[in-house]
C-alpha cells in the first residue's frame, strides 16, 4: 500500500512522538522537524505529500516557512494555528495555507483534514483530467490546479481552487453553503463555523470585484454563494 | 467655559477694570485741586476788589466806582457786579440775579466772604465796614472756569483707553493660550491613552518650558510608560500561559486518542468520552480567558468597519436555533431592521453568539428563543429572551462578571463555563455600547445598545 510521506514541524518534541504513533496507525509516514528553517528546508525537498505546520516555530515562524515555499512550491500545508486568534487564521490563510486546524486539535479531526487535502487533490487530478472552465476573463485549468484572470495567475491556495471550481461549474446559479462545505472541505457545515465564510472572502479578495466594482461571488443570506455573471 | 476662554477674560476683565480706576483717579487728583484754587483766587479778588471799592467810593463818589466796577468785570469772568449800601439798595454795578442778592444779605450778617456754587458761576458776597462806620456789601458773579466732566474726560481719551484694553487683550491672550494649550495638549493625550493608543507620550509636544505643567507632562509619560510595559506584559504573560497550557492540552489529547486506539475494552469508552469532554472543556476555557484578558487590557486594536448587525444576527440566529432544535428548544428571529454599526464583526458576532447561546442554554425544553434587531433613538438595539425562569432581581447585575454562575449546579449540568456574558460585555463596551439585562415573566431579557454608524 502506498504510504502517504507527511513533513510535521512543530517545536513540542513529545507532542511530535505522539501525533507520529497515531498517523502512523492511521496509515501515514511522518517525518518531524522541529524548527522553522530546517523545517522549510525538507519541504522544499519535494519528499512530502503534505506538511503540517506550527505557527510558534524556533528560527522562522510558520508564517516566513510558508511564505518561503510557496514561492516555488505548492506542497499542501495544513496549519496549526493558536485558538480563538482569528489574525492568526487569517494570515495563515492568505499567505496560502490550504487549511488550518487549531491547536489543540482533534487527532481524528487531523487525520480527516489530511486525508481531505489528499483527496481533493488526487481526485481533481484523475476525474476531470484535462477540463477546463472559462467563464468571461477567469479561466481555470483542473489539471493544472491554475486559475486565471485575464491571462495572470491568481496563486489560489488548493481550497480556495476547489471553491472557485465549484462555483464557476455551477456560475450564475445558488450554492448551497452545506452543499460547498461537504464538496470542498469535506466535512458537514456545523454552525458558528465560518472557515467557509473565510476562504470565500480571501477568493474574493484575490479575484477583485469587476470593472463597476461589482463582487463576482456574491452572498445569498442563510442561504449560501453564486458567482454572477456580468450582465 | 474654556479654560483658555476663562483665562483670557479674567485677565482681560481686569486690566479692563484697573484702567478705568486709573481713569477715575486721574480726573479726580486733577480736578480737585483746581476748585480749591479757585475758590482761594475768588475769596482773595474778593476781599481786595471790596476794599479797594469802598474807599473809591467814599474819596470819589458815585461816578468813581462804577468806573472801578467796570474795570474789574473784565466779561471773559464775570457776569455781574454789585455794590450795596446799608440797606441793601444798589449803589452801583450791573443788575445782578436773585440769588446774589440774598447772598448780599447773608453777607451782611457776617463777617467772610460769603461763596455760593451754582452750576456755570460763582457767587461772592463781603460786607466792607468803611472809616465812617457806614456798612456797605460787595457781590460779585464769576463765570466758572469750565470744569472737565468725568464722562468728557473719558470721550477725550477713548482712542488711547483703546489702545490700552487691545494690547492687554493681546497679553492676556497670549497668557492664556500660554497657561492652557499644555493642559489642552496633556487632556488630549489622556484622552487617546484612555482610548488604548498606550503609545501616546506627551512631552515632546510641550516643548521646552521647566515650569509645573511641563513636569506634569514629563509624569504623565512616566506614568504613560510604566503603563504601557505593565499591560504589555501582561498580554505576553497571558499569551505564553495559554500557550504553555495548552501544549499539555494538544499532547493529552493525542494520547488520549492513542489510548482508545489500543483499548478495545467496551468498558472503557465512556470514561474516553469523559477525559475527552472535559479536556475540550478546558480548552475552551483557555480560549475564552484568552479572549477576555484581550478585552480588559483595553486597546481595543480592532480595525473598525461597518458591520451590518442585521446580517450578522441572522446568521447567528441561525446556526443558534440549528443547535437549539437536538436540544428540542428553538431560536426565532422576531424582528430585524436593517442597523449598521462601526466595529470589530469578530468581536460584535461574540457578543450577540455569546448572549444567544446564553438564552439557549437556559430557555426551557419545547420553548422559543426570541431574538429581535430595532432601530431605537439612535442606537440599534438586539434584545434577546429566554423562558428560563429568570435569575434573582438581586444577582441580576452580577451576570457579567467573570465565571459568575447564579446556581452552580444547574450551570455545571448545563455546560456553561461562566465566561460567555463576560466576554459579551467587554464586546459591548469596546464599541462604546451598553448590556443590560432584565427578569420578565418566565425568562430572562437581555438587551444589547450599540451606537449606529452615521
Redesign the interface.
Known amino acids: 500500500m502506498f504510504m502517504n510521506q507527511i513533513l510535521l514541524i512543530d517545536d513540542d518534541e513529545e507532542l511530535c512522538e505522539l501525533v507520529s504513533e497515531f498517523l502512523s496507525v492511521e496509515g501515514f509516514d511522518i517525518e518531524a522537524v522541529h524548527d522553522g528553517a530546517e523545517g522549510l528546508e525538507k519541504a522544499l525537498s519535494e519528499d512530502f505529500d503534505l506538511a503540517i505546520l506550527d505557527v510558534m516555530l524556533p528560527k522562522m515562524n510558520g508564517f516566513d516557512v510558508l511564505r518561503n515555499l510557496r514561492e516555488t512550491s505548492r506542497l499542501p500545508v495544513l496549519m496549526l494555528t493558536a485558538r480563538g486568534d482569528d489574525t492568526e487564521r487569517i494570515v495563515g490563510l492568505e499567505t496560502g495555507a490550504d487549511d488550518y486546524l487549531p491547536k489543540p486539535f482533534n487527532p481524528r479531526e487531523l487525520v480527516a483534514r489530511i486525508r481531505a487535502v489528499l483527496r481533493r487533490i488526487s481526485e481533481t487530478g484523475d476525474k476531470f483530467r484535462g477540463e477546463k472552465i472559462q467563464v468571461e476573463d477567469v479561466e481555470i485549468s483542473i489539471s493544472a490546479r491554475s486559475a486565471k484572470r485575464g491571462g495572470e495567475d491568481l496563486n489560489l491556495t488548493s481550497v480556495e481552487f476547489d471553491l472557485l471550481a465549484a462555483l464557476l461549474r455551477e456560475a450564475g446559479m445558488i450554492i448551497k453553503k452545506e452543499d460547498l462545505s461537504e464538496t470542498v472541505l469535506d466535512r458537514k457545515l456545523s454552525p458558528f463555523d465560518r472557515s467557509l465564510d473565510m476562504h470565500i472572502s480571501n477568493l474574493r479578495k484575490k479575484l477583485g470585484a469587476r470593472a463597476g466594482g461589482e463582487e463576482r461571488i456574491k452572498t445569498i443570506r442563510s442561504v449560501g454563494y453564486i458567482y454572477t455573471l456580468d450582465t | 467655559m474654556s479654560l483658555f476662554l476663562k483665562i483670557f477674560l479674567w485677565f482681560w476683565l481686569s486690566i479692563a477694570l484697573v484702567v478705568a480706576a486709573l481713569t477715575i483717579v486721574h480726573w479726580s487728583t486733577q480736578t480737585e485741586p483746581l476748585v480749591r484754587q479757585w475758590q482761594i483766587f475768588v475769596g482773595e479778588a474778593v476781599n481786595t476788589n471790596s476794599q479797594t471799592a469802598v474807599q473809591i467810593f467814599e474819596n470819589e463818589g458815585k461816578q468813581g466806582l462804577e468806573e472801578y466796577l467796570n474795570r474789574i468785570s473784565n466779561p471773559e469772568r464775570v457776569n455781574a457786579v454789585g455794590f450795596f449800601d446799608g440797606n441793601l439798595q444798589q449803589v452801583a454795578g450791573n443788575e445782578i440775579s436773585p440769588e446774589a442778592r440774598n447772598l448780599a444779605t447773608a453777607a451782611l450778617a457776617s463777617d467772610v466772604v460769603e461763596m455760593h456754587r451754582l452750576p456755570e458761576q460763582t457767587l461772592a458776597a463781603r460786607k466792607i465796614k468803611s472809616k465812617t462806620d457806614e456798612n456797605y456789601v460787595y457781590v460779585i458773579q464769576y463765570r466758572r472756569p469750565q470744569q472737565t466732566t468725568l464722562l468728557t474726560e473719558i470721550t477725550n481719551r477713548i482712542p488711547q483707553i483703546l489702545a490700552v484694553i487691545f494690547a492687554a487683550g493681546l497679553g492676556c491672550y497670549g497668557l492664556a493660550r500660554y497657561l492652557s494649550s499644555p493642559i489642552g495638549k496633556l487632556r488630549k493625550a489622556t484622552k487617546k491613552f484612555a482610548d488604548g493608543d498606550l503609545h501616546t507620550r506627551v512631552a515632546p509636544e510641550i516643548g521646552n518650558r521647566r515650569d509645573e505643567l511641563a513636569r506634569l507632562a514629563k509624569d504623565f509619560d512616566e506614568m504613560a510608560e510604566r503603563i504601557e510595559s505593565l499591560l504589555s506584559s501582561q498580554k505576553r504573560l497571558t499569551q505564553d500561559i ?2 504553555e497550557l ?2 499539555p ?7 488520549l ?2 489510548a482508545k ?1 489500543k483499548s478495545d475494552s467496551e468498558s472503557t469508552a465512556p470514561i474516553f468520552e469523559r477525559i ?1 469532554n472535559e ?1 475540550n472543556r478546558l ?1 475552551e476555557m ?3 480567558l ?2 477576555l484578558s484581550k478585552l480588559e487590557t483595553g486597546a481595543p486594536d480592532f480595525t473598525k468597519s461597518e458591520v451590518k448587525l442585521s ?1 450578522l444576527v ?3 440566529a ?3 436555533d ?2 437549539a432544535q437536538a436540544k428540542s428548544k428553538s431560536v426565532r428571529l422576531l424582528e430585524n431592521q436593517d442597523c449598521t454599526v462601526l466595529g470589530s464583526e ?1 468581536l460584535l458576532r461574540s457578543a450577540v ?1 455569546n448572549v444567544l447561546r446564553n438564552a439557549v442554554r437556559y430557555t426551557k425544553e419545547a420553548t422559543t428563543v426570541e431574538i429581535s434587531v430595532a432601530k431605537r433613538n439612535g442606537n440599534a438595539e438586539i434584545v434577546v429572551r429566554d423562558f428560563g425562569g429568570g435569575i434573582p432581581e438581586e444577582e441580576l447585575e452580577n451576570i457579567f462578571r467573570p465565571f459568575y454562575r447564579v446556581g452552580e449546579a444547574r450551570e455545571r449540568k448545563t455546560g456553561g463555563i461562566g465566561l460567555g456574558l463576560a466576554i459579551a460585555e467587554r464586546a459591548v463596551h469596546a464599541h462604546k455600547g451598553t448590556i443590560t439585562a432584565k427578569n420578565a415573566e418566565n425568562g430572562l431579557i437581555v438587551e444589547i445598545r450599540l451606537p449606529m454608524a452615521a
Open positions: 495559554s500557550h495548552r501544549s492540552l494538544a499532547r493529552l489529547n493525542v494520547a486518542e492513542l486506539q475527552e479536556s480548552n483557555i480560549g475564552r484568552l479572549t446580517a441572522e446568521n447567528i441561525a446556526d443558534a440549528f443547535e469578530n453568539e
